[in-house]
């Protein structure tokens, strides 16, 4: 008759810190305290469905195991005895791991069933139930505790003449590409791996990834120094440490983080970035939240600290109000004493946009705003935010006060034509057309800009956005509704 042992706990780490241990076939010397040696046979990988693993115990008995399945997406592997010295016959057991979301932590069941000689039924179940089981979750939390993740492998884990194994192996990732350039329908799921991370890199599981209007201008081939066709968009994203390269410090499995950076990639549920791109995440701040505002809110902050420099009473326009970084200047201008005009294209937005910090709002679809904002502000805006472009440009320049700053932040219509200093010496403007990655060019800046985020959305500075969220698979769709101009707030795309 067979035997069966079922066990179950909770670790006090996040299911990928815990994950990132037992999904490695050949990891459990380093944290089970009844395991002496171990290695992969044949030079396989550790994660490679059907690679065998042969171990010594310390109390001198031997086992080869086989691993049957691994599936990261449920966080579930079965393994089952191929050879042992323990008389533990046709043993087959199942790992799984489910989060715990009440403090980020992991419940972890593990199970078996096996068959036994005659007489031994109770010793041998006992000894996997105690020693093995309820030991090996004592160990590991332990070993966590203890900041223990995987460690490099040493020789006595590999086989002689064999090299050593690679600290961290590739991972299965979800990925959207461009496959052409062109409309929302060019973009593609596919499977693919993300690699280990690299000296300085940090491979994280994505829950939550912004979209951007550069996306779409990375998607139409409006940059192709930036994005070749067949490659991935996206530009932040917000998620769990798996692991880090060599070097990486300040940072550990399991941690929560977003990050931002100049190179796209970010739509996929794994990647490996530099570690100078991340920053924590603040218990408070959701994953989808951070994906929402990181990169909009750092925009924020930088054009109204550094570029637009606001001050009490500074008149500013700010186009596409109700959009996810339209929302967040308009409200962080407000808060700094700014007075705010925004233009939107419905009646919706224009009330979304009044609650967010404008006093006056323009409603138009033909991007006519200029008379009304001259009235209003009597004499002009003395900054313009401008993500409209090529068709906003006449009335742009007929909006802006004398000694007025235009800021050129993205092209919805087109791109903006070279305008001649000449023009702009009419009304003695200047134009700037800053790119944030300048501003965050240093892991530094890019902390401090972020914590500027989080503590405005701590004290109620910013509200918590208004999010779409569409699977990474619907990217396409998220797109063309980010072109429909239908949106309000921001969408992220969900791993």
């Not at 049957?68 to 579930?76: E, F, R, S, V, Y």
């Not at 946009?353 to 001259?374: K, L």
């Not at 208004?466 to 795309?493: F, N, P």
Request: glycine share 10%; hydrophobic share 40%.
């Amino acid at each position: 008759m067979l035997q069966k042992v079922v066990r179950s706990t909770v670790i006090d780490a996040p299911i990928e810190r815990v994950w990132a241990v037992l999904r490695d076939f050949n990891s459990h010397d380093q944290w089970h305290d009844v395991v002496d040696t171990s290695r992969i046979e044949a030079n396989e990988r550790s994660d490679q469905v059907g690679c065998v693993r042969s171990f010594t115990l310390k109390d001198g008995n031997r086992i080869r195991e086989q691993l049957l399945t691994l599936d990261d997406t449920a966080h579930k592997s079965t393994y089952c005895i191929v050879e042992a010295t323990v008389p533990l016959q046709r043993y087959v057991a199942t790992v799984t791991l489910k989060p715990v979301t009440d403090g980020n932590r992991t419940f972890w069941h593990w199970e078996s069933t096996f068959a036994t000689p005659a007489g031994m039924e109770r010793e041998l179940r006992d000894m996997v139930a105690q020693g093995v089981y309820e030991a090996g979750f004592e160990n590991l939390r332990r070993h966590l505790r203890s900041g223990g993740d995987l460690q490099p492998r040493g020789s006595a884990r590999t086989a002689p003449g064999s090299a050593a194994m690679p600290l961290a192996l590739p991972l299965p990732s979800r990925r959207i590409r461009v496959a052409r350039y062109g409309a929302a329908d060019v973009l593609q799921a596919e499977d693919g791996e993300a690699a280990a991370p690299k000296a300085g890199e940090v491979r994280i599981r994505q829950r939550a990834i912004g979209v951007n209007y550069i996306d779409v201008y990375l998607r139409r081939g409006w940059i192709p120094s930036m994005l070749a066709a067949g490659g991935t968009p996206g530009m932040e994203a917000a998620g769990t440490v798996i692991d880090l390269g060599e070097g990486v410090s300040g940072l550990r499995p399991g941690d929560r983080v977003a990050y931002l950076g100049p190179v796209p990639g970010a739509y996929s549920s794994v990647r490996s970035v530099p570690a100078e791109w991340v920053a924590r995440l603040p218990a408070a701040v959701e994953d989808d939240v951070a994906a929402a505002t990181l990169l909009k809110g750092i925009t924020a902050d930088y054009l109204l600290r550094d570029v637009g420099r606001v001050r009490p009473g500074a008149r500013w326009l700010v186009h596409a109000a109700a959009g996810g970084v339209g929302l967040l200047l308009c409200a962080w201008a407000r808060k700094l004493g700014a007075r705010v005009v925004g233009t939107v294209s419905s009646d919706e937005k224009a009330r979304i946009a009044r609650e967010h910090g404008c006093e006056h709002v323009v409603v138009t679809r033909e991007h006519r705003f200029a008379d009304d904002v001259q009235r209003h502000f009597n004499g002009g805006a003395d900054v313009i935010v401008d993500g409209l472009g090529e068709a906003a440009r006449e009335e742009n320049f007929n909006a802006l006060a004398p000694c007025g700053h235009w800021i050129s932040l993205g092209n919805a219509t087109g791109a903006l034509q070279p305008i001649s200093p000449g023009w702009l010496l009419q009304k003695s403007a200047t134009l700037s057309s800053p790119v944030a990655f300048a501003y965050t060019a240093t892991h530094g800046a890019l902390t401090e800009r972020a914590q500027r985020v989080w503590d405005a959305l701590a004290d109620g500075t910013l509200k918590r956005p208004m999010i779409e969220r569409y699977s990474l698979d619907a990217a396409s769709q998220a797109h063309a509704r980010l072109e429909s101009r239908a949106t309000m707030g921001s969408v992220v795309l969900v791993a």
